[in-house]
Nanobody, 125 residues
Framework: QVQLVESGGGLVQAGGSLRLSCAASDRTFSSNAMGWFRQAPGKERDFVAAIDWSGNSAYYADSVQGRFTISRDNAKNTIYLQMNSLKTEDTAVYYC??????????????????WGQGTQVTVSS
């Protein structure tokens, strides 16, 4: 069982930046594709960004392309989401997800096997 713990959420003004972290408990982390999703109140959980096991390939939702960057440090069993130029519409609970195996990145919730508890990001105007 992989445990994922997100951190780094908080309150920021529009135009500001935050960096989210997700630490994994599994020593096989380096073989897992990883992703970030977000869920605003009353809405479905949406894809934000994903990265393959090596960190060499990533994919972003159109809404965050050019503003957010996903990365990973396999030595630390951690992935990151650097969020710049934040907008009020980025306000949501952000979830980290892990997929056992896989050779690429994945953008559907059903592609992932493990989820973190979420961290709140609030962007004020």
């Amino acid at each position: 069982q992989v445990q994922l713990v997100e951190s780094g959420g908080g309150l920021v003004q529009a135009g500001g930046s935050l960096r989210l972290s997700c630490a994994a408990s599994d020593r096989t982390f380096s073989s897992n594709a990883m992703g970030w999703f977000r869920q605003a109140p009353g809405k479905e959980r949406d894809f934000v960004a994903a990265i393959d096991w090596s960190g060499n390939s990533a994919y972003y939702a159109d809404s965050v392309q050019g503003r957010f960057t996903i990365s990973r440090d396999n030595a630390k069993n951690t992935i990151y989401l650097q969020m710049n130029s934040l907008k009020t519409e980025d306000t949501a609970v952000y979830y980290c997800a892990a997929r056992r195996g896989g050779s690429s990145w994945y953008q559907q919730t059903h592609d992932y096997h493990y989820w973190g508890q979420g961290t709140q990001v609030t962007v004020s105007s």
